[in-house]
């Protein structure tokens, strides 16, 4: 087999840098690996059971066509200042231009017009003066919200668009390594039912998101492929009652707050909120179960959640971020006997863990049903726990009540982006052919983003035709 790109992940990077080939008139023969299934495929047995099931081979959330977008609510971050650190490797101008055009593109395949988080600017100039006196940046970023549901079906209209126009998808196929010769990338070693065999290529995307992140720091090692140790970031999903949010949600929809609490002054921020929303759980490999968000466009609960996330960065003697986080992650897991835990913020601050029966009681309902009341505090680093208590206490001036003690804190929450591949302007490595985009690269987080990094990388490769 023998292809001119070959794409591993069907992530937005690697997906978007095969539309945008084709929107480019690119004749060029293209193949994208996904170790998951095809968008109408994916189906997570949670919310029939109502337990998660630990899918295997791979978790149905975090894998398949789309990535974890398509299970995740779908927000759109339409600023440059907002999704990783790509505009520092392109420029700022440019990734804004892109923005704008890959919105564009989400539109077309059906996203609401409508945008989050614009207007009412002197309520913003309230609630960033509130920010302000809590030693806190609010950064204001308008948001297109698709919706987990509908997220789905705008993937799925992708995909249809990509195998309409010659765009060749091998689904449930994983890649085991890449091929290099002579300082050359020449292709990839791909497996699927047990069987593994070659596949030759000019251009090889590695584009494996946050889920691939590990394996590829690895691959990095191995070929001396030239990176570097970046930030990974360890946290919890915060759970509060929607009346304690709501106007933040009505004026912003998502509060992106930054600060850099006492004693450490770690950078510490909130991420990904999901007005009426729902806590979710995903598994990567290795069993090791993770909390995230999501909201969908007409389905909603009584809570709002979001993520607050402590920055961590490793260079000496210790430079393996990633798997730091992930021995925190499995410490939590361990405690929560391979589920998630949760914790109510006042018995954190009492030193007592949480009891099932308090939880019932509360004002607050976990909307993760099978999330286990226990102590978070005793798997959480002790650094990272008071960056959290710091932060959450800053951010109760700016949301009363966001602080209260039956907010719910669950863990862990992880993101796996530390590995930053160094790369030109034109998305090349030091390796002849082999490019990395999307939250593997360590260059992007979010939909957005990565969205933008593979429309680059679909311009770039279209130049050589």
């Not at 490797?89 to 231009?97: A, F, I, N, R, T």
């Not at 007005?275 to 995903?282: D, K, L, N, T």
């Not at 007409?298 to 607050?308: E, F, G, P, R």
């Not at 393996?320 to 405690?335: C, D, F, K, S």
Request: hydrophobic share 35%; aromatic share 8%.
């Amino acid at each position: 087999m023998h292809y001119d790109v070959i794409i591993v992940g069907a992530g937005p990077a690697g997906i978007f840098t095969a539309m945008e080939l084709r929107r480019k008139g690119s004749k060029k023969s293209i193949l994208i690996l996904e170790k998951g299934l095809a968008v109408e495929q994916r189906r997570c047995p949670k919310s029939i059971t109502p337990h998660c099931m630990n899918c295997k081979p791979n978790c149905h959330i975090t894998t398949g066509f789309s990535g974890a977008g398509a299970f995740s609510d779908g927000k759109l971050s339409l600023s440059s200042e907002v999704g990783g650190n790509l505009p520092e490797l392109v420029g700022h101008d440019l990734v804004q231009e892109t923005i704008g055009y890959a919105d564009s593109i989400y539109l077309e395949f059906g996203a609401d017009s409508k945008i989050e988080g614009v207007g009412n600017p002197d309520e913003v100039k309230e609630i960033r003066k509130r920010a302000i006196q809590a030693g806190l940046k609010l950064v204001d970023c308008p948001i297109r919200h698709m919706g987990t549901e509908k997220a789905q079906d705008i993937y799925y209209g992708i995909e249809q668009y990509l195998l309409s126009n010659n765009v060749d998808i091998l689904f449930s196929h994983e890649c085991e390594d890449l091929i290099i010769e002579n300082g050359r990338c020449v292709g990839i070693m791909a497996r699927t039912g047990g069987k593994s065999f070659r596949i030759d290529g000019k251009d090889i995307i590695v584009a494996t998101g946050r889920r691939g992140a590990d394996w590829l720091e690895k691959i990095c090692d191995e070929y001396g492929i030239a990176h570097q140790p970046g930030t990974v970031d360890i946290g919890v999903r915060v759970e509060v009652r929607n009346e304690v949010m709501e106007r933040i949600n009505e004026i912003l929809y998502e509060s992106k707050l930054i600060g850099y609490p006492k004693p450490f002054k770690n950078k510490v921020r909130t991420f990904c909120q999901n007005p009426g929303g729902f806590v979710s759980q995903e598994n990567y490999d290795g069993d090791l179960a993770v909390v995230n968000g999501h909201s969908y466009k007409d389905l909603k609960s009584n809570n709002t959640n979001v993520a607050i996330l402590c920055s961590h960065n490793f260079s000496v003697p210790f430079n393996q971020p990633i798997a730091y986080a992930q021995r925190v992650g499995e410490l939590t897991n361990m405690l929560a006997n391979g589920h998630i835990l949760v914790q109510r913020f006042g018995d954190i601050l009492d030193g007592k863990r949480t009891w099932a029966k308090e939880l019932a009681q509360s004002n607050v309902r976990p909307t993760l049903p099978d999330a286990v009341a226990g102590d978070i505090t005793a798997a959480m680093p002790y650094r990272a726990m008071v960056n959290i208590i710091n932060f959450i206490q800053a951010v109760d001036q700016v949301v009363p009540g966001f602080a209260a003690n039956e907010t719910l804190l669950y863990s862990p929450e992880l993101k796996f982006y530390s590995n930053m591949v160094k790369m030109d302007t034109d998305l090349n490595t030091n390796v002849i052919g082999l490019h990395c985009l999307g939250d593997s690269s360590g260059w992007t987080r979010g939909l957005m983003m990565a969205s933008v990094m593979g429309i680059l990388m679909g311009r770039q490769l279209s130049r050589e035709d």
